[in-house]
């Protein structure tokens, strides 16, 4: 998967010390033994094992290993207890404003009900085989990009869900995976305390069926959506790693001989009327 991933990294612009990330569900002992990556040395929020993972480290998990029990239950390595599942506990703790608020965000969690032994958490261009979900951090510019590629071809993502709350476990990991779908996250306190996320950095993931056609939007949709100056650095990157760019410069709709004056500058320029 690394010419997707260079693609991605060409036309997408990440920071340097962030990677794409593959996360896969590993269901049996026998999967889990024979996936060849270091298991994790000791416990961690599920949120820390991506973050390792999106720094350049891989790892494969079991149920003892993750600490968080919110991730525990919503990824399907235990079950939530009732006052989880109908909202007693998040009211208590003072995460909404009245009891019928809290059962509503609680009754709407991404449970996966399923036997799960392990996970396997690596960047995204050292897996082996395709990936259950792919998870991106990034500027709110190019989670802009990565929307528009998916709109491209798939049109309104109707199943985004976010409430602030666990951010990676729950948003991104859990509802991808059962939607099928791109789901979107601000992440959550807990997940930026841990995680030592920086505060411009939010979330992208979707299951990994839609990945090429995504990257497909976004490369379709490079002519139109990005002004010259970021077409320029796309080609940058396309040097850096080996992906053949060919843009059109002068074509992005946003400026597109409107004769609006951009932001900065002095003087009124009335608007171009249409021909008749």
């Given at each position: 998967m690394k010419k997707e991933t260079k693609e991605f990294r060409t036309y997408l612009k990440f920071e340097k010390?962030?990677?794409?990330?593959?996360?896969?569900?590993?269901f049996t002992q026998?999967?889990?033994?024979?996936?060849?990556?270091?298991?994790?040395?000791?416990?961690?929020?599920?949120?820390?094992?991506?973050k390792s993972a999106a720094?350049?480290?891989?790892?494969?998990?079991?149920?003892?290993?993750?600490?968080?029990?919110?991730?525990?239950?919503?990824?399907?390595?235990?079950?939530?207890?009732?006052d989880i599942r109908n909202?007693?506990?998040?009211y208590q703790r003072q995460f909404y404003e009245t009891p019928e608020i809290a059962k509503e965000v609680s009754q709407g969690i991404p449970y996966l009900h399923h036997q799960v032994y392990g996970m396997c958490i690596r960047p995204l261009e050292e897996c082996e085989q395709e990936p259950d979900v792919v998870m991106m951090f990034c500027k709110p510019y190019t989670a802009m990009r990565i929307i528009q590629?998916?709109?491209?071809?798939?049109?309104?993502?109707?199943?985004?869900?976010?409430?602030?709350?666990?951010?990676?476990?729950?948003?991104?990991?859990?509802?991808a995976y059962q939607r099928q779908d791109m789901n979107v996250s601000f992440l959550c306190s807990g997940t930026r305390f841990a995680g030592s996320w920086r505060d411009d950095e939010v979330g992208v993931s979707f299951p990994y069926?839609?990945?090429?056609?995504?990257?497909?939007?976004?490369?379709?949709?490079?002519d139109t959506f990005e002004p010259d100056e970021k077409?320029?650095?796309?080609?940058?990157?396309?040097?850096l790693f080996g992906?053949?760019?060919?843009?059109?410069?002068?074509?992005?709709?946003?400026?597109?001989?409107?004769?609006?004056?951009?932001?900065?500058?002095?003087?009124y320029y009335p608007r171009k009327r249409k021909k008749e």
């Open positions: 010390d962030r990677h794409l990330i593959g996360v896969k569900f590993l026998q999967e889990y033994l024979a996936c060849p990556v270091n298991e994790a040395t000791h416990q961690m929020f599920f949120c820390m094992m991506v720094v350049g480290h891989s790892m494969k998990v079991a149920k003892d290993h993750i600490y968080c029990s919110a991730a525990s239950d919503v990824l399907g390595f235990t079950e939530p207890g009732e909202g007693k506990t998040a590629g998916y709109s491209y071809t798939f049109g309104v993502d109707r199943q985004i869900q976010t409430v602030g709350m666990g951010g990676i476990c729950t948003e991104l990991m859990a509802g069926v839609i990945f090429l056609r995504v990257l497909d939007g976004v490369k379709q949709t490079a077409k320029e650095e796309i080609q940058e990157r396309g040097k992906i053949p760019v060919t843009l059109e410069m002068g074509t992005n709709y946003h400026r597109s001989s409107l004769g609006v004056a951009r932001m900065g500058v002095t003087g």
